[in-house]
Nanobody, 115 residues
Framework: QVQLVESGGGLVQPGGSLRLSCAASGFTFSNYAMGWYLQAPGKQRDLVATITSGGSTNYADSVKGRFTISRDNAKNTVSLQMNSLKAEDTAVYYC?????????WGQGTQVTVSS
C-alpha cells in the first residue's frame, strides 16, 4: 500500500534551516508529482511546494526564495530544504501524492521556529 513517511522536523531558531525528507513506497514514485503541505494550529492545510515527475517545481509565494523542493527517484524520496525560517513557518509539514484522484498523506512532521 502507499506509504509516505516524513522526517527531519524539529525546533529551530528564526533564521535557521531544516531539511525535511519523505520516504515513499507502494507506488511507482518516479511517475508522480509530489508535494509538501503545512498545517498550522487551527488553520487549513496549505500547499508549500510541488515537484512534477519531470522535476519542475512550484512554490507558495510565502516560501519562494527560502524553500527548495527536490526529489531522488533512485531512493524514492522527496525533500524540502527550508532556509531563513520564520516564526510563521511553524506548522506540521506533510508529504503528499495524488494517485488516481485520491490524495494520500504522510503522518506529518512538526516544525517549530522559535527563539
Amino acid at each position: 500500500q502507499v506509504q509516505l513517511v516524513e522526517s527531519g522536523g524539529g525546533l529551530v531558531q528564526p533564521g535557521g534551516s531544516l531539511r525535511l525528507s519523505c520516504a515513499a513506497s507502494g507506488f511507482t514514485f518516479s511517475n508522480y508529482a509530489m508535494g509538501w503541505y503545512l498545517q498550522a494550529p487551527g488553520k487549513q492545510r496549505d500547499l508549500v511546494a510541488t515537484i512534477t515527475s519531470g522535476g519542475s517545481t512550484n512554490y507558495a509565494d510565502s516560501v519562494k526564495g527560502r524553500f527548495t523542493i527536490s526529489r531522488d527517484n533512485a531512493k524514492n524520496t522527496v525533500s524540502l530544504q527550508m532556509n531563513s525560517l520564520k516564526a510563521e513557518d511553524t506548522a506540521v509539514y506533510y508529504c503528499s501524492v495524488s494517485i488516481f484522484g485520491l490524495r494520500r498523506w504522510g503522518q506529518g512532521t512538526q516544525v517549530t521556529v522559535s527563539s
